[in-house]
């Protein structure tokens, strides 16, 4: 009876084994498929930073069969086309909209400075008690919230972000908020937010198969070029918003020029010698203006007067400008 009992727990053993055995066997093949398809994406040419020269921001209710017919060569977007976790666009989503039509970079929106109750990251209990790393509420946005960017707490969460948009397969993030440094309760923590986007740097190239041809696109704190110089070997390029036209106004010739000498440090040593200006009209003229002085100097312009929206200006529309990408040296478009 014993050895009758021992053959069929040895007999079930070995199948319960093998099954186990082919069970990895498929799930290995399936990572080996998964990962030579995601190496394949990774491998397609990609304009170099510094051959941009326009792009659109697209913040909300994202359409990307416009951005796919159109002639950007940089789409700044949310990582969701709502915001949520429900609409997070795919990898196969990204890699479609950035090499139909004129070759472009993806980049995905990461908000460093404020948290927003309808992302994923949000917890329920928050709405009773807010986190430890939650400042203030934002006046102008019940959805969102200034928070402790030197919070540990916190930090991790920008880096699960960054996790998503790299999973995605985005060329790099473009960083919101970061001036929230200045407001009252950030006093003196203007260095943390410097080593924290240095630490984003790090983090992000060392996580994304791109490595340092990750792009890390910082919005505004234009003068930490100049205060910081390491701060240019970290970051690919900057983006300047309402350098032109202010609240339907040109900016005068005086701020413009400061503006513009911090902005010229970047172009010149920033990883990606890469300067976007963004400026928010509803006036063709002020367009016109903010179109012609971005390019004499170098920089990539887009003019709007709506951020959930794809905007061109008649006779300012974008044109698809061969590049050299990353891996060839031959003009691509």
Same mark, same amino acid.
């Given at each position: ?61 994202? /359409?990307?069969?416009? $951005?796919?017919?159109? @002639?950007? &060569?940089?789409?700044?977007?949310? +990582?969701? !086309? ?129 490595? /340092?041809?990750?792009? $890390?696109?910082?919005? @505004?704190? &234009?003068?930490?070029?100049?205060? +910081?110089? !390491? ?103």
């Amino acid at each position: 009876m014993f050895k009758l009992l021992r053959e069929y727990w040895f007999t079930t053993f070995s199948i319960v084994i093998l099954i186990a055995g082919l069970a990895t066997t498929t799930y290995l093949v399936q990572q080996k498929q998964e990962f030579q398809s995601l190496a394949s994406i990774d491998a397609s040419p990609k304009r170099l930073w510094s051959y941009i020269h326009n792009w659109i921001i697209w913040t909300k209710d994202i /359409q990307l069969s416009e $951005i796919e017919q159109s @002639n950007f &060569e940089l789409a700044v977007i949310d +990582y969701s !086309s709502t915001g949520t976790d429900e609409n997070t666009f795919t990898r196969q989503q990204i890699e479609k909209a950035r090499t139909t039509g004129c070759a472009k970079r993806m980049v995905a929106i990461i908000n460093v400075g404020n948290a927003e109750n309808y992302r994923f990251y949000w917890q329920a209990s928050w709405q009773q008690t807010l986190p430890g790393f939650i400042a203030e509420q934002d006046s102008t946005n019940p959805s969102s919230y200034f928070v402790k960017f030197w919070d540990p707490a916190w930090q991790q969460i920008v880096y699960q972000t960054i996790d998503k948009a790299i999973a995605q397969g985005f060329d790099g993030v473009y960083l919101t908020n970061i001036d929230v440094y200045k407001m009252g309760f950030a006093q003196g923590h203007e260095i943390d937010m410097v080593d924290f986007i240095h630490s984003i740097t790090q983090y992000s190239h060392q996580k994304s198969p791109l490595g /340092q041809d990750f792009g $890390i696109i910082v919005e @505004n704190t &234009e003068e930490f070029g100049t205060k +910081y110089p !390491s701060y240019l070997s970290v970051v690919t390029g900057i983006a300047k918003v309402n350098n032109f036209v202010q609240k339907g106004v040109l900016v005068t010739a005086n701020e413009r020029i400061t503006s513009e000498n911090q902005l010229d440090v970047f172009k010149q040593n920033s990883l990606g010698k890469l300067v976007l200006t963004l400026d928010i009209t509803t006036n063709p003229i002020e367009a016109q203006y903010a179109y012609t002085n971005s390019l004499s100097k170098g920089y990539a312009p887009y003019m709007t007067n709506y951020l959930s929206s794809l905007t061109t200006y008649p006779g300012l529309e974008p044109t698809c400008n061969e590049f050299v990408s990353k891996n060839s040296v031959t003009p691509t478009r």
